[in-house]
């Protein structure tokens, strides 16, 4: 494994995977929500959902960390909503060959899931903006579809054994 994003809508479980799966492969976590800047941060907080210019500079960190964490020979898991195709394109730019692992949920089990979380700055109210911009990513080179509602264990079985063969693929 090289570098794979873990994308999906708040609530999926994209840090839960990716800590688990980092874990098993012995490789480096990149917390994408770490590196919001903080208008970004108040904007989620207030309710207000962040536009495509309000995530370019965000994507375009996130890529330039993929590059430098790969360049060290490093495996990375990088956890990011990447709900827009065109958002993953940014990602993919950076670093050519990257895989996405999508966790996919319903709109009810996002708000649910959400609702329950403590400590993190985006609020539930902000879910249905979330579906409303994502574009799933179907017919998108290396891109492995789970059910976010698959218990952990067997998501990070699953991108171990999809991870090898995507990879090689154009």
Not at 111 to 131: K, N
């Amino acid at each position: 494994m090289r570098a794979v994003v873990v994308m999906g809508v708040s609530g999926c479980g994209k840090t839960s995977i990716a800590t688990a799966l980092c874990g098993r492969i012995h490789a480096r976590m990149i917390e994408g929500d770490a590196f919001h800047p903080a208008q970004n941060i108040r904007k989620m907080e207030a309710g207000i959902p962040l536009t495509d210019a309000d995530r370019q500079g965000w994507l375009e960190t996130l890529g330039h960390e993929l590059q430098h964490a790969t360049h060290d020979g490093e495996n990375v898991v990088l956890t990011c909503s990447a709900l827009k195709r065109r958002y993953r394109e940014v990602l993919r730019a950076a670093l050519p060959g990257l895989g996405f692992v999508f966790l996919q949920l319903s709109p009810e089990q996002a708000r649910e899931r959400v609702a329950h979380r403590t400590g993190h700055f985006m609020p539930a109210s902000l879910i249905d903006s979330q579906f409303r911009d994502l574009e799933p990513p179907t017919d998108e080179p290396r891109v492995l579809t789970v059910d976010a509602t698959e218990p952990t264990g067997m998501t990070v079985e699953r991108i171990v054994h999809w991870w090898p063969s995507a990879a090689r693929k154009p």
